[in-house]
């Protein structure tokens, strides 16, 4: 850890920031966007420094969001609402932050999920981060973590029903499965292979599914068919810098020129085919996603990473934390190094006199510099896999997207 001390300084300086600015994040109450994901990296932060005071501003935070909902806060989505706020308290009792009925606590919470997400799924909108699949999400980690039985049954029930409905909105193509990229969020994309949006997050949470005998035989034939379908676009020979299209559009050649990033690029489809290689045991002798990832490791140039921030979503701690889990999966393959050249590049970009903690997002249409709080964009991204590098534990908050 050659640079310690710099990832200290940054994370107080993310606290102080986090601390003093929380409230403009007010109105969002996911864990994504909102003020949830500012409690979750204090609480690690605290953690970390066995801090006591850091874990009471998580808590402040998650009492002022409980006052919100109290007063009627209701918008729902996984990134920006009520689903987002119900996974961290589950995600926040489950690693024994706080002392909690989740039982109690989370079930009112309930049936007004559950009628959004069909309602999503009714209208096609599967988009994990605003639709369908950020429900599935958060009553599959009900259904894992719940120790009461009737409500098992009832999770095992609104999951089983979301498989039927991801099977109805589904397209069958020559090859396999394909699911449309809702029409609200880009009108010209066909398929979108995004874990933000696309349909790498249907396979990546129907392979979570997949895990417990009950869903099995529902999700296989939508698990296999669907990366069959992702599998014939793969490069032969195109001229780009990666190994698939981030996403499809009608009548149009692919685009090999895709970044590397979470939200959209290889690196979400090779973390898939490595759950699937985990979960079903899948694992061909070319092992595909192996090859991914060492494709994305060689790109540093940053004409070729197309990486321009420092942020989770599309900037080089998202790429850190990926690599940080892919070490670990294949240890001694030097991914290590990728690891520690994405976090050296992350903290190269905290050059912004008037940013957070120095970090800034690139932003919008056209594209501007601004400082964000969030996971998904901000500092408190940024400051939760700094904390990862410091950690002698497994912490497994990048559960929210996707990853671990």
């Given at each position: 850890?050659?640079?310690?001390?710099?990832?200290?300084?940054?994370?107080?300086?993310?606290?102080?920031?986090?601390?003093?600015?929380?409230?403009?994040?007010?109105?969002?109450?996911?864990?994504?966007?909102?003020?949830?994901?500012?409690?979750?990296?204090?609480?690690?932060?605290?953690?970390?420094?066995?801090?006591?005071?850091?874990?009471?501003?998580?808590?402040?935070?998650?009492?002022?969001?409980?006052?919100?909902?109290?007063?009627?806060?209701?918008?729902?989505?996984?990134?920006?609402?009520?689903?987002?706020?119900?996974?961290?308290?589950?995600?926040?009792?489950?690693?024994?932050?706080?002392?909690?009925?989740?039982?109690?606590?989370?079930?009112?919470?309930?049936?007004?999920?559950?009628?959004?997400?069909?309602?999503?799924?009714?209208?096609?909108?599967?988009?994990?981060?605003?639709?369908?699949l950020g429900y599935v999400f958060y009553f599959f980690t009900r259904f894992k973590n719940t120790k009461n039985n009737n409500l098992k049954s009832r999770y095992f029930d609104f999951l089983k029903n979301s498989i039927n409905k991801t099977r109805e909105i589904s397209s069958?193509?020559?090859?396999?499965?394909?699911?449309?990229?809702?029409?609200?969020?880009?009108?010209?994309?066909?398929?979108?292979?995004?874990?933000?949006?696309?349909?790498?997050?249907?396979?990546?949470?129907?392979?979570?599914?997949?895990?417990?005998?009950?869903?099995?035989?529902?999700?296989?034939?939508?698990?296999?068919?669907?990366?069959?379908?992702?599998?014939?676009?793969?490069?032969?020979?195109?001229?780009?810098?990666?190994?698939?299209?981030?996403?499809?559009?009608?009548?149009?050649?692919?685009?090999?020129?895709?970044?590397?990033?979470?939200?959209?690029?290889?690196?979400?489809?090779?973390?898939?085919?490595?759950?699937?290689?985990?979960?079903?045991?899948?694992?061909?002798?070319?092992?595909?996603?192996?090859?991914?990832?060492?494709?994305?490791?060689?790109?540093?140039?940053?004409?070729?990473?197309?990486?321009?921030?420092?942020?989770?979503?599309?900037?080089?701690?998202?790429?850190?934390?990926?690599?940080?889990?892919?070490?670990?999966?294949?240890?001694?393959?030097?991914?290590?190094?990728?690891?520690?050249?994405?976090?050296?590049?992350?903290?190269?970009?905290?050059?912004?006199?008037?940013?957070?903690?120095?970090?800034?997002?690139?932003?919008?249409?056209?594209?501007?510099?601004?400082?964000?709080?969030?996971?998904?964009?901000?500092?408190?991204?940024?400051?939760?896999?700094?904390?990862?590098?410091?950690?002698?534990?497994?912490?497994?908050?990048?559960?929210?997207?996707?990853?671990?």
């Amino acid at each position: 850890m050659i640079f310690e001390g710099k990832l200290l300084k940054k994370l107080e300086e993310i606290s102080i920031v986090s601390e003093s600015r929380y409230q403009e994040l007010a109105d969002n109450l996911g864990v994504l966007s909102g003020l949830p994901g500012i409690a979750l990296f204090h609480f690690y932060y605290a953690k970390l420094l066995n801090d006591n005071s850091q874990a009471d501003l998580g808590i402040s935070i998650i009492s002022e969001c409980i006052e919100k909902i109290n007063d009627g806060y209701n918008y729902p989505s996984f990134c920006n609402g009520l689903a987002g706020f119900a996974w961290t308290i589950e995600h926040l009792y489950e690693n024994e932050f706080i002392d909690l009925d989740t039982d109690d606590f989370l079930t009112s919470l309930d049936d007004f999920l559950y009628a959004q997400m069909i309602s999503d799924f009714q209208s096609g909108n599967y988009d994990f981060l605003h639709g369908a699949l950020g429900y599935v999400f958060y009553f599959f980690t009900r259904f894992k973590n719940t120790k009461n039985n009737n409500l098992k049954s009832r999770y095992f029930d609104f999951l089983k029903n979301s498989i039927n409905k991801t099977r109805e909105i589904s397209s069958s193509t020559v090859s396999g499965l394909k699911w449309n990229y809702p029409k609200e969020l880009g009108n010209h994309i066909d398929c979108s292979f995004g874990l933000s949006h696309g349909m790498t997050s249907i396979i990546n949470i129907l392979l979570r599914l997949n895990e417990f005998p009950g869903f099995q035989e529902t999700t296989k034939d939508l698990i296999q068919k669907g990366v069959r379908f992702i599998l014939e676009t793969e490069n032969n020979n195109t001229p780009g810098n990666s190994l698939f299209p981030h996403s499809t559009s009608k009548n149009e050649p692919y685009d090999y020129n895709g970044r590397v990033a979470w939200c959209y690029g290889d690196l979400g489809i090779g973390l898939t085919l490595e759950k699937m290689n985990q979960i079903m045991g899948c694992n061909d002798e070319n092992n595909l996603a192996l090859r991914i990832f060492n494709h994305s490791a060689a790109r540093r140039a940053a004409s070729d990473t197309l990486v321009s921030d420092a942020g989770f979503c599309h900037g080089s701690f998202g790429n850190a934390q990926i690599f940080k889990r892919v070490s670990q999966l294949y240890p001694n393959l030097g991914f290590e190094d990728t690891y520690e050249f994405w976090m050296q590049d992350g903290i190269s970009k905290a050059v912004h006199s008037d940013g957070y903690a120095g970090f800034k997002q690139l932003m919008g249409n056209p594209p501007q510099w601004e400082p964000l709080l969030s996971i998904l964009e901000g500092v408190n991204g940024i400051g939760l896999v700094m904390v990862d590098y410091l950690s002698s534990e497994n912490n497994t908050w990048d559960e929210c997207l996707l990853i671990s």
